[in-house]
């Protein structure tokens, strides 16, 4: 306590004044969470809003899914690394539990937030500065998409991001899928520079020159080494415009789709990749209807679909809003129809692409969501996201992950990212849906696995709360996370203390 308070008193960062140690845990009094609050507020006064506050009340319901929806003892509003970094030291010092939220586009609870702690939201550490010369655009880690977009269409500019408006900066430590992701790989491997605060205060700048280590774990490895505050991005030139929009398909033409859906995967997706769709299938459980709707997209700024992609439109369908437009139109339109604060459960697995699996996945997924039409708001979402060759060599080719892919390098084959989700109105009905579809999917997993199609890589951004997302990288990349995490969180403070997300796994578990 008293350590803290001298923290406070220098106004320096725990870097400062520890160098780059920390206190031994035996000589730590764990401080309730109110005194972690109060001691907040003394340090920072304006920034911290008590449990009960308007502040709170919006930061706490500011998310995606209900399921994010907690009971922090206050929340913290930092708007500088440097204030990030003194509270670090703060938390450090006192044992104090806290949440990071970006965007809050995750469904797994207290991935970003949390009961009885800090959430500490960075929607404040808001800038972009674009850098023409370098290539590059260094952003705050509390941008939404949008605001990224919005920042480089002016300059005829893009970065590898998300596709829609509302998703925040997390994926540039998950993994990552943007409109370029078939000729420039995962989001995470075109990023230039992370700015992390340690779980000793000091602030680092990880990238392919300094700290090397850190910024390869930071590449899948989430919240487990340190609080980013910023990522530099690379960003790629555009024609000024792009030719996309939302394809909607009937029932009907629902078999025509999922072979448009393999014939992406394996061939448009590898012979000009300059093509993106995100092939969606949809069942509304209310109006029984089930539709597929298909985000399509050109990276170019023509004004039809190049022949390679005529399938997509010779398909029967009901509407379609492509047109040529800003990148940053073209995401907002794809967030609509997505609300916030319902109830989200979200699943993924992955697979060798194959026709007939993704016909009978989405089958099987079909008839299991008609078996629960009771439940109030209920809709399920099938994705099918290719994860071709050339993506694989384009991040490769630029920084090394954890991902544990690169042994698909010169395989030749496509994968499949199968992605389930279920939306629903109320957290009442949790507990008779979640577990069973749990249960479907890991069925469909061994479905794969009976037809030797599975591949044990689990996407961090869709993965369910108990899905081993960084065990599936395999025991090397595990084992360097733990040596990176042995170098610069030598007591696990982002185990401890920031308990939400996906974690390292335990020692053994694997």
């Known amino acids: 306590m008293a350590r803290c308070r001298e923290l406070l008193q220098l106004g320096a960062t725990a870097a400062a004044l520890w160098g780059y140690s920390v206190l031994p845990l035996s000589m730590v009094t764990a401080a309730p969470t109110p005194e972690c609050c109060a001691l907040l507020a003394q340090a920072f006064p304006g920034d911290v809003s008590p449990r009960g506050t308007d502040v709170w009340t919006f930061e706490n319901e500011d998310f995606w899914s209900a399921t994010e929806i907690r009971n922090p003892s ?73 605001d990224i977009y919005q920042a480089l269409d002016p300059h005829n500019l893009t970065a590898m991001i998300g596709r829609y408006e509302k998703v925040g900066m997390g994926l540039t430590v998950g993994a990552g899928i943007s409109y370029f992701f078939n000729r420039e790989g995962f989001a995470v491997d075109n990023v230039l520079n992370y700015e992390v605060v340690l ?57 025509q789709v999922t072979d448009q859906i393999y014939d992406y995967h394996t061939r448009q997706a590898v012979e000009d990749t300059l093509t993106h769709v995100l092939p969606q299938y949809g069942y509304n459980g209310t109006s029984n209807e089930t539709i597929a709707f298909c985000p399509v997209i050109y990276n170019r700024a023509v004004d039809e679909l190049p022949e390679i992609m005529r399938g997509w439109v010779d398909t029967p369908y009901t509407q379609s809003t492509l047109k040529k437009r800003p990148y940053a139109d073209l995401a907002f339109e794809l967030h609509d129809g997505f609300p916030d604060r319902q109830v989200q459960e979200q699943r993924v697995f992955t697979v060798y692409a194959d026709a007939d699996l993704y ?152």
């Open 74 to 146: 206050c929340v913290f509003l930092p708007d500088s690394t440097e204030k990030v970094a003194q509270a670090v030291g703060l938390f450090v010092a006192n044992e104090c539990r806290f949440s990071i939220k970006g965007g809050g586009h995750s469904a797994i609870p207290q991935a970003a937030n949390i009961d009885d702690g800090v959430l500490m939201p960075m929607k404040l550490l808001n800038t972009t500065e674009v850098d023409l010369e370098a290539g590059s655009i260094r952003a705050g880690m509390g941008l939404l998409m949008r």
């Open 199 to 255: 779980a000793n205060g000091s602030v680092v700048n990880a990238n392919q020159t300094s700290h090397p280590d850190l910024f390869r774990a930071l590449k899948g490895g989430n919240n487990n080494f340190g609080v980013v505050t910023h990522a530099t991005l690379r960003t790629v030139e555009t024609e000024g415009a792009v030719y996309g929009g939302v394809v909607y398909y009937p029932e009907s033409s629902i078999p």
């Open 359 to 510: 016909r009978d996945v989405w089958a099987a997924y079909h008839s299991w969501l008609q078996q629960w039409q009771h439940i109030p708001g209920l809709y399920g979402l099938h994705v099918v996201m290719p994860i071709t060759q050339n993506s694989l060599v384009a991040s490769y080719s630029k920084s090394s992950n954890v991902l544990g892919l690169n042994d698909n390098l010169t395989n030749n084959q496509t994968l499949g990212v199968l992605y389930f989700g279920l939306t629903m109105d109320s957290m009442d009905d949790t507990a008779e849906i979640l577990p069973a579809h749990a249960e479907f999917v890991q069925s469909m997993i061994d479905l794969a696995k009976s037809r030797n199609l599975w591949h044990p890589y689990i996407m961090l951004t869709y993965s369910g709360w108990d899905q081993p997302a960084i065990a599936s990288y395999g025991p090397e990349n595990v084992a360097f996370l733990y040596e990176v995490q042995a170098a610069y969180d030598p007591t696990h403070v982002f185990q401890r203390l920031v308990p939400g997300g996906q974690k390292l796994p335990e020692p053994g578990s694997w």
